[in-house]
């Protein structure tokens, strides 16, 4: 099974409040683990086990997030072994785009949400896009 190329599209009109496309995008990845479960397709993890050690997420949220995403024409699940059936999860190219959020995110936590002498604070890097199709 495989996810559609472009991601879903939200009507704005179908946001409640005040609806923009902010909204809009935290209607596919605004739940809770979906950007980390991102953040491990990112930094390389295709296997379910191992966006779910990467995450520290309880496994049905795990599975529950990589089927969101799916739908949502973020992630491609792709079998890689017939017996005993095995898959692995792809970013597609919307999701690959999201590089710049979790990186954005990871520095606003450092900088904000983390406590300066947390010896684990500096520890983490960049997922962002390199190379040819990196914008900027």
Same mark, same amino acid.
């Given at each position: 099974?495989?996810?559609?190329?472009?991601?879903?599209?939200?009507?704005?009109?179908?946001?409640?409040?005040?609806?923009?496309?902010?909204a809009a995008a935290l209607e596919l990845v605004g739940e809770r683990w979906s950007l980390l479960v991102v953040r491990e397709l990112?930094?390389?993890?295709?296997?379910?086990t191992d966006v779910l050690r990467g995450t520290g997420a309880p496994r049905d949220r795990v599975?529950?997030?990589?089927?969101?995403?799916?739908?949502?024409?973020?992630?491609l699940r &792709? #079998?890689?072994?017939? =017996?005993?059936?095995?898959?692995?999860?792809?970013?597609?190219?919307?999701?690959l785009r999201l590089a710049p959020v979790v990186d954005a995110l990871t520095t606003w936590g450092r900088t904000y949400a983390v406590?300066?002498?947390?010896?684990?604070?500096?520890?983490? &890097? #960049?997922?962002?896009? =390199?190379?040819p199709d990196a914008d900027g």
């Open positions: 099974m495989s996810a559609p190329s472009t991601p879903r599209q939200v009507p704005l009109a179908d946001l409640p409040g005040r609806p923009c496309p902010a990112l930094l390389g993890s295709r296997r379910f599975t529950a997030r990589l089927r969101s995403l799916e739908q949502a024409g973020l992630v &792709r #079998r890689y072994q017939e =017996s005993p059936p095995r898959e692995e999860y792809l970013l597609t190219e919307a999701g406590a300066p002498d947390d010896p684990l604070r500096d520890g983490y &890097r #960049r997922v962002g896009l =390199s190379g």
